[in-house]
């Protein structure tokens, strides 16, 4: 299948990219409520976003015309992976309306023997979709794209038990990958526009922003627990 991946990229140069997610256990987690959090982020300049679970994506693509970036998070026993950790559930965020497909690229053992170089191919080629790399060390990120990635993101460094010493965002792990001459996206540990705009400054390609924006269970919880001390 030849598909024109940039054309699904490029509208996210520079830009700010939204990251609607609710934990399962809150109020928010549910289709309406995200594609509500993520309209008002698209009427207020954001040029993508970052959502999980179909039901979530379909709801999104309904009321929002920017890219999306698509994932799903699922726990499978005995296997640290999740971030869209097999290619059913790249399968399944596609029919939903994502236009690019994040998934975990590290070298943790993935279900079923699959590959991130088979993942890849098969994201390529049967569903003609980018794939964005969700990476936490610069080893990774290379091998991600000689797989064949479209986009790297920071997205998991400091979520590893190979990065677990330090914390996001990665700034540094950023700037090793802007040097691969492939778009870089600078996600996780954001908390401010000025580290947003850090972020373009170092050579994101675009910027995530999660939690700082739409988190509002996590952030009433950090408020609480200041308060409370």
């Not at 009321?63 to 699922?74: A, D, E, F, M, S």
């Not at 996206?185 to 050579?203: K, N, T, V």
């Amino acid at each position: 299948m030849s598909v024109d991946f940039q054309s699904a990229i490029a509208p996210l140069y520079q830009g700010l990219i939204v990251s609607c997610q609710a934990p399962v256990d809150s109020p928010l987690h549910e289709p309406n409520v995200i594609a509500a959090i993520a309209q008002a982020s698209v009427n207020r300049g954001a040029v993508g976003l970052r959502i999980d679970t179909p039901a979530h994506i379909q709801a999104v693509r309904q009321r929002c015309q920017v890219p999306i970036i698509g994932l799903w998070k699922q726990q499978i026993p005995g296997y640290q992976v999740y971030i869209t950790p097999q290619f059913h559930h790249a399968q399944a965020i596609a029919q939903a309306g994502a236009d690019i497909i994040a998934i975990d690229a590290t070298t943790r053992e993935r279900p079923e023997g699959e590959t991130i170089t088979n993942l890849i191919e098969w994201i390529h080629n049967e569903l003609g979709k980018p794939v964005m790399a969700d990476v936490d060390t610069i080893e990774n990120a290379i091998a991600s794209i000689n797989a064949g990635a479209d986009i790297v993101g920071t997205t998991l460094y400091g979520y590893t038990e190979e990065t677990s010493k330090f914390s996001p965002p990665g700034f540094e792990l950023l700037k090793e990958i802007v040097k691969l001459n492939i778009p870089a996206i600078c996600e996780g540990g954001i908390a401010s526009p000025q580290m947003a705009r850090q972020a373009l400054d170092l050579g994101a390609y675009a910027v995530v922003v999660g939690t700082a924006i739409t988190g509002i269970d996590l952030q009433v919880q950090a408020y609480q627990k200041a308060i409370a001390k």
